[in-house]
């Protein structure tokens, strides 16, 4: 079946503008996860949804970072007034439901470049 | 979570068994063991995981000590697919939603 989708594979951007990633979760499942990675390093936890609400929102970096998930499906991560330091590749990932006995599948990642 | 401590590279034969060792000394009694992987350029995916048996699955085979402070990864025979940056991350067994939280890696490369 589908694995999860997301879009753009890259996008590049100027500071201070304002980008929209999106992500397509495996259908059925419940728990979606950003993650954001980046050169050389292993990728760190953002956000996490269970259903339609943000159960954990700890990762976010600042108040220029925010995501939704208004049907429980489909996943938007929202960056304001982009800075260099938000390049990063981010990734989405989805899973049966929230627990630790549920396996994480991850899409490919948007690289997201901020000149 | 607890804290994990893996060799930054590895070399491995083609064809060889890739032993991959991960130290996790600060393991709670409820925090599963993880492997994940990445190779370039692609998302991680999951390898397998473990509480306290040894586990295999068709990826691999999960080793961890009769203490549970360390683990070891086994991929029987690598290929050059297999060449990618191996995670290993200990997660709280909770019936709610926690993240992985990914430390350096180990980054195998297999050789022909």
């Known amino acids: 079946g589908a694995g999860v989708s997301q879009t753009p594979s890259n996008k590049v951007t100027e500071k201070g503008k304002y980008v929209e990633l999106r992500c397509d979760p495996i259908s059925g499942h419940t728990a979606l996860y950003w993650y954001r990675q980046s050169l050389g390093q292993g990728p760190e936890f953002l956000i996490y949804f269970q259903g339609t609400g943000a159960a954990d929102d700890s990762g976010l970096p600042n108040d220029r970072f925010f995501a939704v998930r208004p049907e429980g499906s489909v996943s938007t991560l929202k960056i304001q007034r982009t800075e260099r330091g938000d390049s990063a590749v981010y990734l989405c990932a989805s899973s049966l439901g929230g627990g630790s006995s549920y396996e994480q599948y991850f899409g490919p990642g948007t690289r997201l470049t901020v000149t | 979570d607890a804290k994990t401590t893996q060799p930054t590279s590895m070399d491995c034969a083609e064809g060889r068994a890739a032993n991959l060792p991960c130290n996790h000394s600060?393991?709670?009694?409820?925090?599963?063991v993880y492997w994940y992987r990445q190779i370039h350029s692609q998302g991680p995916q999951y390898i397998i995981h473990?509480?306290?048996n040894n586990e295999t699955n068709e990826m691999a085979s999960l080793i961890i000590t009769e203490d549970r402070k360390s683990s070891t990864l086994i991929l029987p025979h690598a290929t050059l697919r297999d060449t990618a940056v191996y995670y290993c991350?200990?997660?709280?067994?909770?019936?709610?939603?926690?993240?992985?939280?990914f430390g350096g890696g180990t980054r195998l490369m297999v050789k022909p």
């Open positions: 991350i200990v997660r709280v067994a909770e019936n709610a939603g926690n993240m992985l939280t």
């Open positions: 473990g509480l306290k």
């Open positions: 600060t393991i709670s009694g409820n925090e599963y």
